[in-house]
């Protein structure tokens, strides 16, 4: 059964907003995405909703995940990820080591160094800013589902293609998104029309689900009632 939950319409949008987070198979290395998300919101989805797919599922099936044993984390590894903090991403010395072998040791001291300089000042977020995409396309361990408890996931590739290939596929709004628990969403990929505003604004209490619930996929959809406005507004209208 789709746990099935009504999201409360943050200012400036209509009522009966519905959140359903859909179940899909164990998604992997070289599945096709698009064709086993279309059959798992078919009946679910229509034209005027969005389906909103979470990065992980995106990147797995392409291919871009790492066990972590794997990964041979350096003593300066160690050292750093002990001294994140506990919901960063490169909190784990495997994920550390990652990040130093694309943009070299040097730099993530500095950034390291510029982190903790600024936090002196009140001043955070520093190491985030000068790393950029060499941390935030990067996942520490993702899930609690075997086998995928102990794997890095990088951030998937052309994400946009991506979101389109699976708005043809099950003929519905498609955003590739990076929600967690802490009321951040960020859409790496959208296919054409939507509302990107409203979408971010619904998935803010994550009705994805960071534990073991396998539900890669949302479908937000819009029932209007009696005096509310009968378009979506998902859709951007021209």
């Not at 798992?40 to 995940?65: F, K, L, M, N, P």
């Not at 936090?119 to 520093?126: A, F, S, T």
């Not at 979101?163 to 960020?186: M, Q, R, W, Y």
């Amino acid at each position: 059964m789709n746990r099935r939950t009504f999201v409360v319409a943050p200012p400036g949008l209509p009522p009966r907003i519905v959140a359903i987070p859909v179940r899909t198979p164990l998604v992997r290395k070289g599945d096709d995405l698009p064709a086993l998300i279309a059959q798992c919101v078919h009946g679910i989805a229509s034209a005027e909703d969005v389906v909103c797919v979470s990065e992980t599922a995106v990147a797995i099936a392409q291919g871009r995940s790492v066990a972590a044993e794997f990964v041979r984390p350096t003593l300066l590894a160690r050292l750093l990820a002990e001294r994140a903090g506990p919901y960063a991403t490169v909190n784990q010395p495997e994920s550390m080591q990652l990040v130093m072998d694309n943009v070299g040791a040097w730099k993530v001291l500095y950034a390291s160094a510029a982190s903790a300089a600024g936090k002196l000042v009140g001043r955070h977020g520093d190491f985030y800013r000068i790393l950029g995409s060499a941390v935030a396309e990067i996942d520490g361990y993702t899930g609690t589902m075997p086998p995928y408890e102990r794997h890095i996931v990088f951030g998937p590739e052309r994400p946009g293609e991506a979101a389109v290939a699976i708005a043809n596929a099950c003929g519905a709004l498609v955003v590739i998104v990076d929600v967690n628990d802490l009321a951040k969403v960020n859409v790496l990929g959208a296919s054409a029309g939507v509302n990107l505003d409203a979408v971010m604004a619904c998935l803010r209490e994550n009705p994805h689900g960071n534990s073991d619930q396998q539900t890669p996929i949302v479908v937000l959809k819009y029932r209007p009632q009696s005096g509310s406005p009968p378009q979506s507004p998902f859709r951007v209208r021209s």
